[in-house]
């Protein structure tokens, strides 16, 4: 496999992804793409989106080195351009369809050479140890925490799941909540992991559940994850996310949101605060992604319930 000429590694003021995708700053591109880190997850994750902006049939290459890590590629849309590939000195000539996912095993490198531009691959970066555990929480066997090389491609869960973040950011920022569970699920869905009676949706136990509830209530000004609510049930992250809906009837995603979106409309009808502040302490992080939020759930806006409440 020749060496990609005349790279560049992303620089700090081209949107170097940080904590969480050190495969992806250690790559090298013939020409560089716009990066966009989509949310700091907890320790052992990263998330990014790239893509290549340049018209016409310039070719570009992308280099990865052995990976620290297992890295996970998915794209909701194909362009149908052919693309050569090296896959650990292995060659693979393919067009991306819709829902294509490949998975880099830890230890390998990759080389792609492809015509044209790129929107919105998917880039979800998996530490080791955060592997071993989903394997571990899950059941599965401990050899599913040390893959080698998977490709799906034209997989409608896959491009399900790929559309389910873009929508995701369409409205906002991706939350930490989301975006761990979003992961979680892809992650379990390239390895495969059968159902079994052992797997099956369990029920929070009503003490559990409360708990989970008490912690939701006390913690919507901070970035809860998918794993704290989990820990506070007592489940794995993929049980608990299964649990919780068949209990409570919404995600614990949707179910964050709504307790939000309720602490945001009580603090705009009864404290005279400006917009930013009650987005930020009810953990939305700005303006346009509260009203978004409060637009989805109820339909209304913050300014229509601020207004309401002063007659």
């Known amino acids: 496999m020749g060496m990609v000429q005349h790279t560049d590694t992303l620089p700090a003021h081209h949107g170097r992804p940080g904590a969480g995708l050190v495969g992806l700053q250690a790559a090298r591109f013939s020409v560089l793409p716009d990066l966009e880190r989509l949310q700091a997850l907890p320790a052992g994750l990263g998330l990014a989106r790239v893509s290549f902006r340049h018209r016409g049939e310039q070719a570009t290459e992308i280099e990865?080195?052995?990976l620290p890590e297992h890295v996970i590629l998915l794209r909701a849309v194909g362009d149908g351009r052919p693309q050569e590939a090296w896959i650990a000195g292995r060659p693979l000539r393919r067009r991306p369809l819709p829902g294509t996912a490949l998975l880099l095993g830890?230890?390998?490198?990759?080389?792609?050479?492809?015509?044209?531009?790129?929107?919105?691959?998917?880039?979800?970066?998996?530490?080791?140890?955060?592997?071993?555990r989903l394997a571990a929480e899950e059941g599965l066997p401990a050899a599913a925490a040390r893959p080698d090389l998977?490709?799906?491609e034209g997989d409608s869960r896959m491009a399900g799941l790929a559309n389910l973040l873009e929508a995701e950011?369409?409205?906002g920022p991706v939350t930490a909540a989301f975006a761990e569970h979003w992961a979680v699920l892809v992650a379990l869905s390239l390895l495969q992991a059968p159902p079994g009676p052992a797997r099956r949706a369990h029920a929070i136990a009503p003490r559990r559940l409360a708990e989970v509830k008490a912690f939701i209530e006390a913690n919507l000004a901070g970035d809860i994850t998918l794993a704290d609510m989990a820990a506070a049930a007592g489940l794995s992250r993929f049980h608990f996310a299964r649990a919780f809906k068949r209990d409570t009837g919404l995600s614990p995603h949707a179910f964050l949101i709504a307790r939000r979106v309720e602490l945001a409309r009580r603090r705009l009808q009864e404290e005279d605060l400006p917009l930013e502040?009650?987005?930020?302490?009810?953990?939305?992080?700005?303006?346009?992604?509260l009203t978004s939020a409060v637009r989805r759930v109820?339909?209304?806006t913050p300014a229509q319930w601020r207004r309401a409440a002063r007659g």
């Open 106 to 132: 830890l230890g390998a490198d990759a080389r792609w050479v492809k015509r044209g531009a790129t929107d919105g691959v998917l880039h979800l970066h998996l530490a080791p140890d955060w592997l071993s």
């Open 277 to 289: 502040a009650v987005a930020a302490a009810t953990g939305f992080g700005s303006t346009a992604h």
């Open 64 to 66: 990865l080195p052995p």
């Open 298 to 300: 109820t339909g209304a």
């Open 150 to 152: 998977r490709l799906v």
């Open 169 to 171: 950011r369409a409205h």
